[in-house]
């Protein structure tokens, strides 16, 4: 699609415009598509179920809309205009478990940035629904989680606000990191940069992004705290610093404290477990690991006899995605008429 005239359709010139997209060598000289339902909210707009109608594939499309009234403010406008530098600076990602960004298009006041669809949903919105994972699931889904951070950070991106809504699963189990809305190039991405600013969601945030006050930066090692709140989450089923208020969490962290592990969630926890955790929540980022080292530890292990789909998520997913289907199967009878 990069590269490529991007047209929105309206459900009623959908068939007659199909016919239009390629050009005398067979090849499509457009994207087109159709916005189709509500399936999100984000800090930074609203996401919607589309038809790529040059494909007929769903896709998801994530879209900021600036008022008009704001449209001539300074501020804005470097806001929108980093937008766009950093969805450019991801174009050309492709990895299994980083969501693929597809294209990008501005129009009057309205942004819109095209993804790959993930119709499983995302891993923090499976914890609400149907509660804390299982180990074995969880050592799954973490070593996918390094392998797309491994990957990013050799691209030299910090991600800075890793948690689970932001990550998003495939009915078959593949994980997918998504949202690099605030997601930051770096040169050395393990060198403290001072230029960093204060990014993320604190509940999942590590500490020296807290203690910047002295503006000595922070590096990726912050992602590597984010994920094991990550693996806390979901363990847990709920959220790190769960007990405490955003002011409470500020202080912990500020006087570099780790996320509390419940003490039932701790006697679930294997000896494997809890030391992937500590490595995660090394409050020196100095002695915390990188993606590349933590994918050796015990923890992320390949299990050859795990099977996602015996799971029972996967059975419980299984069951949701029958009535999601209808529902897409419906929109695309409605977007064809």
């Given amino acids: 699609m990069w590269g490529q005239k991007?047209?929105?359709v309206t459900?009623?010139?959908?068939?007659?415009?199909?016919?239009?997209?390629?050009?005398?060598?067979?090849?499509?000289?457009?994207?087109a598509w159709v916005k189709g339902e509500l399936i999100g909210v984000g800090t930074f707009g609203k996401v919607y179920l589309a038809l790529n109608v040059t494909t007929g594939e769903m896709i998801a499309v994530k879209q900021t809309v600036i008022s008009s009234k704001f449209r001539s403010s300074r501020e804005t406008k470097e806001i929108m205009d980093t937008f766009r530098a950093e969805v450019d600076s991801l174009k050309d990602l492709d990895h299994v478990n980083i969501v693929q960004y597809l294209g990008f298009e501005k129009k009057d006041n309205v942004y819109s940035l095209f993804l790959e669809y993930v119709s499983g949903g995302s891993v923090g919105h499976l914890i609400r629904r149907y509660g804390r994972f299982s180990e074995d699931?969880?050592?799954?889904?973490?070593?996918?989680?390094?392998?797309?951070?491994?990957?990013?950070?050799s691209k030299g991106i910090l991600?800075?606000?890793?948690?689970?809504?932001?990550?998003?699963?495939?009915?078959?189990?593949?994980?997918?990191?998504?949202?690099?809305?605030?997601?930051?190039?770096?040169?050395?991405?393990?060198?403290?940069?001072?230029?960093?600013?204060?990014?993320?969601?604190?509940?999942?945030?590590?500490p020296e992004i807290i203690d910047n006050t002295q503006h000595k930066g922070y590096s990726a090692k912050v992602d590597i705290w984010s994920l094991g709140c990550v693996v806390l989450e979901m363990?847990?089923?709920?959220?790190?610093?769960s007990d405490f208020a955003i002011a409470g969490a500020i202080f912990k962290l500020g006087n570099k404290s780790?996320?509390?592990?419940?003490e039932e969630t701790r006697k679930m926890m294997s000896d494997t477990g809890s030391s992937f955790l500590d490595r995660c929540f090394e409050t020196d980022p100095e002695q915390r690991p990188t993606a590349t080292e933590l994918l050796k530890h015990e923890f992320c292990e390949k299990d050859e006899t795990f099977v996602f789909a015996n799971t029972e998520l996967a059975r419980?997913?299984?069951?949701?995605?029958?009535?999601?289907?209808?529902?897409a199967d419906m929109m695309m009878q409605s977007k064809a008429v």
């Fill in 11 to 31: 459900p009623g010139n959908r068939a007659s415009y199909v016919n239009k997209l390629k050009n005398h060598k067979g090849q499509y000289k457009e994207f």
């Fill in 137 to 153: 699931l969880i050592k799954f889904l973490t070593e996918q989680v390094l392998q797309g951070l491994q990957y990013i950070h």
């Fill in 159 to 206: 991600h800075r606000d890793l948690k689970a809504d932001n990550l998003l699963l495939e009915m078959d189990g593949i994980c997918k990191i998504s949202d690099f809305g605030i997601s930051k190039k770096a040169k050395d991405i393990y060198t403290n940069e001072s230029a960093m600013s204060f990014q993320g969601t604190i509940f999942w945030m590590a």
């Fill in 316 to 327: 419980k997913m299984k069951h949701e995605d029958t009535k999601e289907e209808k529902k």
């Fill in 258 to 262: 780790a996320p509390p592990v419940p």
């Fill in 235 to 241: 363990y847990a089923g709920q959220r790190p610093w």
């Fill in 6 to 8: 991007v047209v929105e």
